[in-house]
């Protein structure tokens, strides 16, 4: 059985900093990119952060580039998206996604993350 559970979500005021993370089981965590994704109240889930399945590879959305970071430790079967520099625009639910060779992908539940004074 697949799963993403996500941790690490809260209330944290602007200029703050989160880890999330997100324990993968059921599938062979090494061969899977690896993605965050956001959705904030009234948009489209957006693409935040992506890692290559060994992590050698990272990309970024352009709004959070230099303040989040993606990174991942295959033995552990965990990605983390470790978030400095905290804005209002980043309250949203943030979601675990795994994907590969275009034909199986997987979506945690999501965890909330608020960032407020």
């Known amino acids: 059985q697949v799963q993403l559970v996500e941790s690490g979500g809260g209330l944290v005021q602007p200029g703050g900093s989160l880890r999330l993370s997100c324990a993968a089981s059921?599938?062979?965590?090494?061969?899977?990119?690896m993605s965050w994704y956001r959705q904030a109240p009234g948009k489209e889930r957006e693409l935040v952060a992506a890692i290559s399945n060994t992590g050698g590879s990272t990309n970024y959305a352009a709004s959070v580039k230099g303040r989040l970071t993606i990174s991942r430790v295959n033995d552990k079967n965990t990605v983390y998206l470790t978030m400095n520099s905290l804005k209002p625009d980043d309250t949203a639910v943030y979601y675990c996604?795994?994907?590969?060779?275009?034909?199986?992908?997987?979506w945690g539940q999501g965890t909330q993350v608020t960032v407020s004074s």
């Open positions: 996604n795994a994907y590969f060779n275009r034909k199986y992908e997987y």
């Open positions: 059921g599938f062979t965590f090494s061969s899977y990119r």
